[in-house]
């Protein structure tokens, strides 16, 4: 079993939609969650992260995470054209040496 | 500006000949990494540093060699290249510290490798 499981999409909704990005993993001691949004020949960049269990919120997005259910979400309100790119949910290792990244979700906004 | 800078962007090669991909970061971070992403796979870790001369190996390190000699740079040396190391490169830095959970990590634009 993988430790972090993602599904890869592609995912293609209407402007304007609510977009729901989903990951579980496996390993309990993941204490530092992360979504990086990749766009297409960039570089992974931070969106937001959270500690523990709870949610965040930045503007139109939402993160959130359910440690007893080792489930992570993000949520995209009134999606735009500009949000489509490939997501990809991450982890810190415990000794703070690597993210641990989901293959990624592409999601492709239609205006 | 902050960044993490890869060069080159783009390289076809040949088998066995060796190769490196340099990267520079100007954020005066202590951690730097490697990554190689692949359809299906995602992003894998290749090797880290946590500061100048401390490296050591990640996920897939076998056919990769790297060095630290500088803070900034981290370059990734491929001594024979094998069309199996065909691949987008990213390289990564951090304001991450030892023992610390690694949070932002900052990462270069991308080298796509081909090695034929």
């Known amino acids: 079993q993988k430790e972090v499981e993602q599904d890869p999409g592609p995912l293609s909704v209407p402007e304007g939609a609510i977009v729901s990005l989903n990951c579980t993993y496996s390993n309990s001691a993941f204490q530092y969650f992360m979504w990086y949004r990749q766009y297409s020949r960039k570089g992974p960049e931070l969106l937001m992260y959270t500690y523990s269990s709870g949610n965040k919120e930045d503007g139109r997005f939402t993160a959130q995470v359910d440690k007893s259910s080792k489930y992570i979400s993000l949520f995209i309100r009134d999606s735009q054209p500009s949000d489509s790119a490939t997501y990809l949910c991450?982890?810190?290792?415990?000794?703070?040496?690597?993210?641990?990244f989901g293959k990624g979700t592409t999601l492709s906004v239609s205006s | 500006e902050a960044q993490v800078t890869q060069n080159p962007r783009y390289l076809i090669t040949v088998t066995g000949k060796k190769l490196t991909v340099t990267c520079s970061q100007n954020?005066?971070?202590?951690?730097m990494s490697w990554y190689r992403q692949d359809p299906g796979l995602g992003l894998r870790q290749i090797y880290y540093s946590m500061n100048v001369e401390v490296t050591d190996k990640g996920d897939v390190p076998e056919g990769y060699k790297v060095s630290r000699k500088e803070k900034r740079n981290f370059p990734l040396i491929l001594e024979s290249p094998s069309p199996n190391q065909t691949s987008l490169y990213f390289c990564?830095?951090?304001?991450?510290?030892?023992?610390?959970?690694?949070?932002?990590?900052?990462f270069g634009q991308g080298t796509r490798l081909t090695v034929v």
């Open positions: 954020m005066n971070h202590e951690y």
């Open positions: 990564a830095s951090s304001l991450s510290a030892s023992g610390q959970p690694l949070l932002e990590a900052f």
């Open positions: 991450a982890m810190s290792n415990q000794a703070g040496t690597a993210l641990i």
